[in-house]
């Protein structure tokens, strides 16, 4: 196969492929509560499968009735939800396709979580985050790219954050705001959660901002759909779209010191390995930029 070939076949490359069950929002403590989750086997995930004993609790945090980001609760005559539509500035459109509504309550389009509805998700229906995943090339002190003994490939490292709620590792990601662009949210939530631009000054974030625009306008997607979150529920889950930043030089972002801000309590370089362990699907999604990144470096 010539050279050309190989990087049109990699331009055309699919994002990384739907997912098509959920494990992380079955079975256990729903989150943040002492709610436990009803039993979901493998094979009774699907809606159109019958599961007569099927009876989840119903749980909606206190914590985010009346809250701004907060949808009211379905039955509130002034509540109508424009299912499956951009609905005002709030999306209600999943990257799934069309979701179903029964008795006024959408359905997570995955299947069955073991509880009803909406837990510490503030929408009913598709949650929308999005994810940047920042990489760099590992370097030695002379300035070369590290190569891995074992596999004998470059080492790929991305910008990981650990998560206040969970203490579990995970892309520095964020919810979309209502009307935000995804690719917004990538980078902001970026610089709020690795950088801790919230302390910056207006002048500081500039400065910031004017230094990193072109690297940051430059994310290629590499996911976008469904999320096994944690926080997920029969009425309720998470979508996200992930978008790759790479500094393949390592003097842009790959030179920047990372301060852990907002709701992280820690923020550092790791080396993107295939069996990392981290928050909800972001192994998959950092797995699948490493695959891209290292086909990239072995096509040059
Ligand atoms: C995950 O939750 C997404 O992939 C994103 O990283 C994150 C957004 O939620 P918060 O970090 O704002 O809680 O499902």
Redesign the pocket.
Do not use: C, F, K, Q
């Given at each position: 196969m010539n050279i050309i070939l190989v990087g049109l076949l990699l331009m055309i490359r699919p994002a990384l492929s739907m997912m098509i069950t959920h494990f992380k929002c079955r079975g256990g403590v729903y989150p943040r509560s002492s709610i436990e989750r009803f039993p979901v086997p493998d094979d009774k995930v699907s809606w159109a499968v019958d599961y007569k004993e099927y009876k989840p609790r119903n749980h909606t945090a206190q914590s985010i009735h009346g809250k701004p980001w907060a949808d009211p609760e379905i039955g509130d005559p002034e509540f109508k939800p424009n299912w499956n539509h951009l609905d005002k500035n709030v999306d209600r459109q999943s990257y799934t396709g069309q979701y179903k509504v029964v008795d006024n309550y959408p359905l997570n389009p995955i299947g069955r979580t073991g509880i009803s509805g909406r837990g510490v998700l503030g929408r009913w229906g598709p949650n929308h985050?999005a994810?940047p995943v920042v990489t760099r090339w590992k370097r030695l002190q002379s300035g070369e790219v590290e190569i891995d003994k074992n596999s004998n490939k470059p080492i790929l490292q991305f910008v990981a954050i650990k998560?206040g709620?969970t203490g579990e590792w995970?892309?520095p990601?964020?919810?979309v705001d209502p009307g935000e662009k995804v690719t917004t949210t990538a980078v902001r939530e970026f610089r709020e959660e690795a950088i801790n631009s919230l302390v910056m000054s207006q002048g500081e974030l500039k400065a910031w901002e004017a230094k990193f625009e072109s690297f940051f306008s430059d994310g290629e997607e590499v996911y976008k759909g469904y999320?096994d979150?944690p926080r997920n529920t029969d009425n309720a889950w998470?979508e996200?779209a992930?978008y790759n930043f790479h500094d393949d030089g390592g003097h842009v972002v790959g030179a920047l010191n990372l301060h852990a801000g907002d709701?992280a309590v820690g923020a550092t370089w790791v080396d993107a390995t295939p069996d990392l362990k981290l928050?909800?699907?972001?192994s998959s999604i950092v797995k699948e930029v490493l695959e891209r990144r290292l086909n990239a470096f072995s096509q040059v």
């Open positions: 985050a994810d998560r709620d995970a892309l990601g964020g919810m999320v979150d998470m996200t992930a709701d928050y909800a699907s972001h």
